[in-house]
């Protein structure tokens, strides 16, 4: 959950301030142009701010939605193929390691996994929160669900922007934005799944050292989702390129 929650405040705070950054160089932009051509007078109109502000949030609960969706996505693998193939599990310490740094544990006191609960693979004992399946899949659902409804009123609003009044710049800089991003997440996602899909699949039990194979969950669910976003967004961009080139 945690974790979940920093990466979409790190989304959410990037892409603000990338924003933020864009509409005070169009404003100078706009302003030095309008003090060199002393007929036209500066003019940022309430709907331009309007028109940013639902490509804006559009941008971001499509990609909070991906994030829900592939934690969804994860948690659910996770009951499908076990719990080792969504989570990356760590060993327990053992009584002598334990004893390293605290002389006073005794065998009667002394606990493989604290705070957790232990998970035996083969012949070794790993430690695991069982809730976190059922946590994630929650928090993946809550988020995919509410950012989806959120999207899709904000895609309608944008739908019924009329052209005469649609800012095209404004609209070019979504779709590319979101061409670039899903673009980077599918080259990403889809050679790390492949890789720890494999190693999971070759690696055997009794060859875990310190942990399992690293999960491939999180990252077949980034792959699944985001791949059609970016043929979406491929399309999106190149029919618009076609327009501007007929015109």
Known sequence: MSGAIGMISFIVFATISV??????????????????NKKTKFQFPTKTLFHIYL???????????????????????AYQFG????????????????????TTISKDTFEICPDAEVLTI?????????????????VGLTLLLSMGILFAIHEFAISKITKEDKSQWL??????????????????????????LTNFLLLKPENYSYSTPDAP????????????????????TSGTQKKTTKK
Do not use: H
Not at 83 to 102: I, N, Q, V
């Open 19 to 36: 924003a933020v950054v864009g509409t005070v160089v169009y404003v100078v932009v706009q302003a030095l142009r309008a003090k060199d």
């Open 55 to 77: 490509y804006l949030i559009s941008f971001l609960t499509l990609i909070i939605a991906l994030i829900g969706g592939a934690i969804a996505i994860k948690s659910a693998l």
């Open 83 to 102: 719990t080792p193939f969504s989570y990356t599990l760590y060993k327990g310490s053992s009584f002598e390691e334990a004893r390293m740094y605290d």
């Open 122 to 138: 083969g012949d070794a004992d790993f430690c695991f929160d069982s809730q976190m399946p059922n946590t994630d899949l929650i």
């Open 171 to 196: 609209e070019k800089i979504y779709l590319f934005a979101s061409l670039i991003l899903y673009s980077i997440i599918g080259l990403i996602s889809i050679p790390v799944s492949i890789y720890q």
């Open 217 to 236: 969950g999180m990252a077949i669910g980034m792959a699944v989702l985001s791949l059609p976003l970016w043929i979406y967004f491929l399309s999106k």
